[in-house]
């Protein structure tokens, strides 16, 4: 890509390998890498980038498949300067790099209870971006603000009715770049939240594969969802059952395997390539319709170019 990039006091890489920043550890480079000091850095380097550019805002990987041939953008990965988090009343505000797990323990801390993104891999930025949620409970329920640069470098604030969270995705403006969230828990006893979240730790760790390279859930539960981004209390099927029913637990591509363990989590095995993974995503999608004529839908997402 032959843009002419504007100086910065960050760290800005050509050609920078992005597989070893997946949790799947697969993919090809990016075009160039931008790790902003901080928002006025960012800001800064938006404004003056060449409004054809494309940008690719990166978190840290962990829902996200980069395909072989790498992605001809400029990617944005938020760092140190975007990582804190602080608390005050019954609110906490996170850079969009801290952790959801982070973010879960400090806020139980304080006794607020954010306790379902104990589980939830990936950091916080994500977690909005994709409305990210278990046990019932949803980023949407309990989001206050964001700060976000939009492509331009405008710095703002955006609230829960500009994002419109719907069932794993939101309205976040194209090449906008999330920095800050503020979320608002309701109280409860320091002590008590940490068990609980022990206890969700155990139960996960039994069902999932944790142990294994994966990306979390691969397919979205094929149900019925509001306008809020809560289940339907009127569906109720979930993805792991759809592939079991097709035959589809332990399924193998080359590298890639569906987990013997949750056959919605995609595993790579050690020696997979993207294309491997996509491929047998897009294998389970085709017989899971074919025996079912349910249709998939991925959420894990995959950007870039094939080798």
């Known amino acids: 890509m032959s843009y002419d990039l504007p100086a910065v006091r960050g760290t800005l890489t050509p050609n920078k390998d992005l597989s070893g920043l997946t949790w799947l550890r697969v993919g090809g480079p990016a075009d160039w890498f931008f790790q902003p000091a901080d928002i006025e850095d960012l800001s800064a380097f938006l404004s003056a980038l060449d409004p054809s550019a494309p940008v690719f805002p990166m978190g840290v990987g962990s829902n996200l498949i980069v395909r072989d041939g790498g992605l001809r953008a400029v990617v944005i990965r938020l760092g140190r300067g975007f990582n804190g988090i602080e608390v005050e009343g019954d609110t906490v505000t996170a850079g969009a790099a801290a952790l959801d797990a982070h973010v879960a323990r400090k806020a139980a801390d304080a006794g607020i209870d954010l306790t379902f993104l104990r589980t939830i891999p990936g950091a916080i930025g994500g977690a909005v971006r994709m409305n990210a949620g278990c046990y019932g409970s949803y980023t949407a329920d309990v989001f ?82 509001s306008s809020t981004g809560k289940d339907d209390d009127v569906h109720d099927l979930k993805a792991w059952k759809v592939i079991d029913d097709a035959g589809l637990r332990g399924a193998r591509r080359g590298g890639a395997q569906m987990s013997e363990k949750h056959s919605n989590f995609m595993i790579n095995t050690g020696q997979a390539t993207a294309a491997d993974l996509e491929g047998l995503g897009e294998e389970v999608r085709k017989k899971v319709y074919d025996s079912s004529g349910i249709t998939l839908e991925w959420e894990i997402m995959r950007i870039g170019d094939p080798a």
């Open 144 to 225: 206050v603000k964001a700060h976000i640069v939009l492509r331009d470098g405008t710095i703002t604030t955006l609230d829960a009715s500009d994002l419109n969270f719907q069932y794993r995705q939101t309205d976040l403006p194209e090449g906008a770049v999330l920095t800050h969230v503020t979320l608002r828990g309701p109280k409860g006893d320091p002590q008590e939240l940490h068990a609980r979240m022990t206890d969700q730790l155990a139960k996960r760790d039994a069902t999932q594969p944790t142990k294994d390279r994966s990306a979390g859930s691969t397919f979205r539960n094929p149900a019925g969802f």
